[in-house]
């Protein structure tokens, strides 16, 4: 039987909800973004001379500031704004619709640390993997050197690390909203509902991460983003609750910036796509053994906090839509 949401829309309506919202929410972000770098221009500059104005401000140090309050604004109306309505419109109020519950543990976070720690290890390698694919490419070499200066020059400014003060900030800015906005919108919003109506979990999860890793804009980074995507999605799936993917990519990203910040008071060179270190192949294959061994922990610890979300969730269907489609409550059962 096909897949109905709890106010009984399918998944095609659902799907094109979720792409309404988002691009309602692009749209007003954007508008947001140039009324701010409006603001930031000299006056008396020319509507023709208005857009590099606004990029050469947002690129000064002296609007750090404002920039941040931007960026978390933005991504606000981009991915979680879009999210709320999309389980206001297709199902409730509750935030239990886009995975957000008490259920879980300190083993699950930890494990989950552990788990992405291992899976940075194995990415690293997919940078070299992505520049070899695309050597004999001079046009997406070139696009690949651009975005990834462009991308450098944004976290530079972003982070403006020039004290434990400014650190401290960056950890939200940088680290803590885009963790919990990202991970609301791609496990919480798409994710869950790509599975519920596909009943396929890896390739939900795999097309789901393929879009997570589209919407940081790098070539270079591209696979290596997609695998973290996939560790992200698999750890929701299995523990159907998006605090602990939220908490560990907030890890993730601090630990990120924590590199940053250490080289910054360092003096040295920064490059978002060498963060990690480079493994010899014993390093990789060690890596890989611990992840796996990690996810089966985490697969036994999550089992339990995973049935009582599910049993949560097809009692508050059951509530909700007493008389609507069955078949729901089956697709909430095959979610693990």
Same mark, same amino acid.
């Given at each position: 039987m096909t897949y109905k949401s709890v106010k009984g829309y399918g998944g095609w309506a659902q799907l094109g909800f979720l792409l309404l919202f988002t691009g309602v929410g692009l749209m007003i972000a954007a508008f947001f973004q140039f009324a701010v770098g409006f603001t930031l221009i000299p006056k008396g500059t020319s509507m023709l001379e208005a857009g590099d104005a606004m990029m050469k401000a947002m690129n000064d140090p002296k609007n750090v500031n404002t920039v941040r309050v931007m960026q978390v604004v933005s991504t606000l109306l981009m991915l979680a704004l879009p999210s709320w309505a999309f389980m206001r419109l297709c199902h409730s109020n509750h935030w239990l619709w886009l995975g957000f519950s008490r259920y879980f543990n300190v083993q699950q976070i930890v494990l989950g640390v552990v788990l992405i720690f291992c899976a940075n290890m194995l990415a690293q390698p997919l940078v070299d993997v992505t520049k070899y694919l695309i050597k004999g490419m001079p046009g997406w070499i070139k696009s690949a050197d651009a975005m990834e200066k462009l991308y450098n020059d944004q976290i530079m400014l972003m982070s403006?690390?020039?004290?434990?003060?400014?650190?401290?900030?960056?950890?939200?800015?940088?680290?803590?909203?885009?963790?919990?906005?990202?991970?609301?919108?791609?496990?919480?919003?798409?994710?869950?509902?790509?599975?519920?109506?596909?009943?396929?979990?890896?390739?939900?999860?795999?097309?789901?991460?393929?879009?997570?890793?589209?919407?940081?804009?790098?070539?270079?980074?591209?696979?290596?983003?997609?695998?973290?995507?996939?560790?992200?999605? &698999?750890?929701?799936?299995? *523990?159907?609750? /998006?605090? $602990?993917? #939220?908490?560990?990519? +907030?890890?993730?990203? %601090?630990? !990120?910036?924590?590199?940053?910040?250490?080289?910054?008071?360092?003096?040295?060179?920064?490059?978002?796509?060498?963060?990690?270190?480079?493994?010899?192949? &014993?390093?990789?294959?060690? *890596?890989?053994? /611990?992840? $796996?061994? #990690?996810?089966?922990? +985490?697969?036994?610890? %999550?089992? !339990?906090?995973?049935?009582?979300?599910?049993?949560?969730?097809e009692s508050l269907y059951a509530q909700l839509n007493p008389f609507g489609n069955i078949a729901a409550s089956s697709n909430q059962n095959s979610y693990n």
């Open positions: 403006n690390l020039t004290g434990w003060g400014e650190y401290i900030i960056a950890i939200f800015i940088i680290a803590f909203f885009p963790a919990l906005f990202e991970e609301m919108f791609f496990r919480g919003a798409v994710q869950s509902t790509l599975h519920r109506w596909w009943k396929n979990h890896w390739v939900t999860i795999i097309v789901t991460s393929i879009l997570f890793s589209l919407i940081h804009l790098s070539i270079y980074l591209f696979l290596s983003r997609l695998l973290l995507g996939v560790a992200l999605g &698999w750890i929701f799936y299995k *523990s159907r609750n /998006v605090w $602990i993917g #939220v908490f560990i990519h +907030f890890f993730n990203n %601090s630990f !990120a910036l924590t590199q940053v910040f250490y080289l910054k008071k360092t003096g040295g060179k920064i490059d978002t796509s060498k963060l990690e270190s480079d493994l010899p192949w &014993w390093g990789i294959i060690i *890596s890989g053994i /611990v992840l $796996i061994t #990690v996810a089966v922990l +985490f697969d036994r610890y %999550s089992k !339990a906090n995973a049935n009582t979300i599910r049993i949560k969730e």
